[in-house]
Nanobody, 126 residues
């Protein structure tokens, strides 16, 4: 029901920052995108997929995984039909492919996601 695309990944030195974007792609309209709850996940080499953060489609509700809390900030710009993940104080452990995902239902960190983007690589050098 929704197609997503991530952008903003790249190579950054430890202690640096990146801002990832998640937006509608293909036939999915921005209005449709704004109706979905959006989560950010990451997959590091040899590790399980990790839930990083999520933001609800309505209200100010956000949740964060323990490993990124106080360093990462998720936000939504309704006018731009975009969800951002601001990543500060990056360290090599943050190196991973980052994915955004969409869900019609909201359950905080327990939210089940139906649609996934293709991911964007984030590499943090030490």
């Amino acid at each position: 029901q929704v197609q997503l695309v991530e952008s903003g990944g790249g190579l950054v030195q430890a202690g640096g920052s990146l801002r990832l974007s998640c937006a509608a792609s293909g036939r999915t309209s921005g209005r449709t995108f704004n109706n979905y709850n959006i989560g950010w996940f990451r997959q590091a080499p040899g590790k399980e997929r990790e839930h990083v953060a999520a933001i609800a489609s309505v209200g100010p509700y956000t949740v964060y995984g323990d490993s990124v809390k106080d360093r990462f900030t998720i936000s939504r710009d309704i006018a731009k039909n975009t969800v951002y993940l601001q990543m500060n104080s990056l360290n090599p452990e943050d190196t991973a492919v980052y994915y955004c995902a969409a869900s019609w239902d909201w359950a905080g960190l327990l939210t089940k996601y139906e649609n996934w983007g293709q991911g964007t690589q984030v590499t943090v050098s030490s």
